[in-house]
């Protein structure tokens, strides 16, 4: 059974850091490509980073280029997604996704920005 477990929400002020982490089972981790999307209110879901499995290049939605970095533990089967110099338009529920044979979602976890 499949499962993504994500980690790390919370509120912080503008300018803070928080560090987003996924738990993933039921599959072969190493060789999937992993990602983490976020969905504001009134808005629709929208990618923010991705990696890929083996060799682990990444790619960044604009907006949070140079602020996010997204990361993968291959022994942990864990996808991070490390988030500085946070704004207000960041918050969002972020979830993680796995693209297997079929799209996997996690239940998200909140991220607040105040200004």
């Known amino acids: 059974q499949v499962r993504l477990v994500e980690s790390g929400g919370g509120l912080v002020q503008a300018g803070g850091s928080l560090r987003l982490s996924c738990a993933a089972s039921g599959f072969r981790f190493v060789s999937k490509d992993m990602s983490w999307y976020r969905q504001a209110p009134g808005k629709e879901r929208e990618l923010v980073a991705s990696?890929?499995?083996?060799?682990?290049?990444?790619q960044y939605e604009d907006s949070v280029k140079g602020r996010f970095t997204i990361s993968r533990d291959n022994t942990k089967n864990t996808v991070a997604l490390q988030m500085n110099n946070l704004k207000p338009e960041d918050t969002a529920v972020y979830y993680c996704h796995a693209d297997l044979w079929q799209a996997y979602w996690g239940r998200g976890t909140q991220v607040t920005v105040s200004p």
């Open positions: 990696i890929t499995g083996i060799s682990g290049d990444t």
